[in-house]
């Protein structure tokens, strides 16, 4: 299969590329918790795209001058504002992508289960939400605890009878843009040629780079995967220590989730060639959620590429049976809250 996905992703496309896809900019995309910390700089990196035609910005307060100010950018898309539950069904009418950044972020000594018990909540609203007005679009969950948010979103679709397991989506983007980032620096390579598969789930050790699956090809000694494998994994808690109370990763994280709009908004353009890690309903292990390279396409995941699981190194087959416990607790830990009498 071909392997182009975050070599070709783009925030801004070349002009030909976009052309090539599609004529015009058709795409409407939501963004709730749009006056976050993600959320802002998410709405301006949309806005510059020139695939989307509408750019609706959700939540309970302050989106009001977020779209004001997004709106005077000379680009293609209509920027509309909602504030407080009221005004979210009309948000949700029609969209093509819901990208859900809304909810608390850690600060330091936190993991990023102790957000459960406010987040969980928050994505839960807001899935009810989607799921009674755009039940079609595809769905990005950012809100951690990703490993458990996403089980959530599933268990409320069902429960409201739309879930659609290839258009539900949590996004990893980032730790594949971290491993990218660390490992081109680590090696001295050209970053737009590195890509590393990174499975599994979105905290701790159930993030597991596959460096062995690393393109180009790159040898690492043991040192070096046990220092980038940690380094990966813990990228998250560096940024919160960085920011010492102020929140967690944003422009990165605004980076990612701008990437995997744009490759979801390329694959309902007819692009055959899109393919992201994401956290996903999968079989590619018996845990029903696991994060892997997925191939996408216009009806949401067309196929979950099973090849990066194959040969992998001794140190990574250890890591992954390390990380199933944990990843299956947290998945059923979300599923339980989705069935709990609120
Ligand atoms: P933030 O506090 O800056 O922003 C969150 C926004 O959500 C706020 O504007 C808030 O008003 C809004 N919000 C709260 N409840 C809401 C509701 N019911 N409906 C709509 N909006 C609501 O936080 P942030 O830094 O933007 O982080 C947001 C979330 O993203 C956190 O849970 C964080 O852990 C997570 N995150 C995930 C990743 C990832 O890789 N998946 C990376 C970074 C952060
Ligand atoms: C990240 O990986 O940066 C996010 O999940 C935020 C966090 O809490 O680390």
Not at 109 to 136: H, Q, Y
Not at 308 to 318: C, I, Q, R
């Amino acid at each position: 299969a071909p392997l182009r996905a975050s070599v070709t992703t783009r925030v801004v496309p070349k002009a030909k590329s976009v052309a090539q896809i599609l004529p015009e900019a058709s795409y409407k995309v939501a963004v709730l918790g749009a006056a976050g910390g993600i959320g802002q700089p998410l709405g301006l990196l949309i806005k510059m795209s020139p695939l989307v035609s509408e750019l609706r910005l959700y939540d309970i307060a302050n989106v009001k001058g977020v779209a004001a100010d997004l709106s005077h950018c000379n680009t293609p898309s209509q920027v509309m504002d909602f504030t407080g539950p009221a005004e979210l069904a009309n948000c949700l009418k029609g969209v093509d992508v819901v990208v859900i950044p809304a909810g608390v972020p850690r600060k330091p000594g936190m993991t990023r289960d102790d957000l459960f018990n406010i987040n969980a909540g928050i994505v839960k609203s807001l899935i009810e939400a989607v799921a009674d007005n755009c039940p079609d679009a595809f769905i990005h969950i950012i809100s951690n605890p990703v490993n458990s948010t996403v089980p959530i979103a599933a268990e409320i679709l069902k429960q409201k009878g739309v879930y659609n397991p290839k258009k539900l989506f949590g996004v990893s983007t980032l730790d594949v843009v971290r491993a990218n980032t660390f490992v081109a620096q680590k090696k001295d390579l050209k970053l737009i040629d590195v890509d590393v598969p990174v499975v599994g789930g979105h905290a701790g050790i159930t993030i597991l780079p596959l460096l062995s699956k690393t393109r180009p090809s790159v040898t690492f000694t043991d040192e070096e995967t046990e220092e980038l494998t940690k380094r990966i994994q813990n990228a998250g808690t560096e940024v919160v220590e960085a920011k010492a109370g102020a929140g967690s990763a944003t422009l990165s994280m605004a980076y990612a989730a701008a990437r995997f709009v744009e490759s979801s908004l390329r694959a309902l353009a007819g692009d055959p060639d899109v393919y992201e890690c994401t956290y996903v309903q999968s079989e590619l292990t018996e845990l029903p959620f696991f994060a892997s390279r997925v191939k996408i396409g216009k009806n949401g995941v067309e196929s979950i590429i099973s090849s990066d699981l194959e040969g992998v190194t001794d140190y990574e087959a250890k890591a992954l049976e390390a990380l199933k416990p944990e990843l299956k607790a947290s998945i059923e830990k979300g599923i339980e809250f989705a069935h709990k009498k609120q």
